[in-house]
């Protein structure tokens, strides 16, 4: 963002997808809403404990309605214009919780994910830095027709990656952290405020219209 333009008004839901006290990835979702707020952007900053819900079933659904976790999650997505998620990585793929939350969320209507801006990042001990994961998360997201910034961010051998701080040590790659948010943030602002032509989202663009699956917005 060019300093002497003002960026245009844009809220972000910020939150580490772990339930664990003193996670690496809560370290960096903090880090990456200090980010976006000297940047010009608004934060919201949640935790997984905010929208953590009991296992979906669509009798509870149909019966009790959305729990409270699966409520708050689509109330923030709906105030905000984007989402930044940091996610551990369990057995090379997403955390159950937040796959929970998802299935949850994505049976309102209308479905908040569609056409909405998100961010993956990852924080792991190892060396690949919880990357696998991410490329687990990004296929129901995408699904659902939320716009993954290409570039995810995975922070290797995290438990050594920060400093006292809470910034990455590394300098250069803190610059590359700020960089890659920066340039989400612009692809946020653009999209609020120059749409693109998408309007609707459909399961699969060749099934015959039905009633019972038909999830056009």
Not at 204 to 215: F, N, S, V
Request: hydrophobic content about 40%; aromatic content about 10%.
């Amino acid at each position: 963002m060019n300093a002497s333009s003002p960026r245009e008004p844009v809220r972000f839901l910020v939150f580490s997808a772990s339930l664990r006290h003193g996670s690496l990835n809560t370290r960096l979702a903090q880090l990456a809403a200090v980010c976006i707020e000297a940047n010009g952007g608004t934060v919201e900053l949640a935790s997984m404990s905010d929208f953590d819900a009991p296992s979906y079933d669509a009798d509870v659904q149909d019966s009790e309605g959305f729990p409270p976790g699966a409520q708050a999650l689509r109330g923030s997505l709906e105030r905000c214009d984007g989402f930044v998620i940091s996610a551990p990585e369990y057995n090379a793929s997403m955390p159950g919780a937040l796959k929970n939350a998802i299935d949850w969320v994505s049976r309102f209507q209308p479905q908040p994910f569609n056409e909405l801006d998100g961010l993956l990042l990852s924080a792991s001990p190892s060396m690949v830095g919880g990357n696998r994961g991410l490329w687990a998360l990004r296929v129901p997201f995408e699904h659902l027709g939320a716009r993954i910034y290409p570039d995810m961010f995975s922070l290797a051998q995290g438990h050594d990656a920060f400093d006292r701080e809470g910034r990455i040590a590394d300098q250069r790659l803190q610059e590359r952290f700020d960089t890659n948010l920066v340039n989400f943030m612009d692809a946020v602002e653009a999209h609020k405020h120059y749409p693109c032509v998408k309007k609707a989202w459909v399961e699969y663009l060749g099934e015959q219209p039905e009633p019972a699956i038909d999830r056009v917005q």
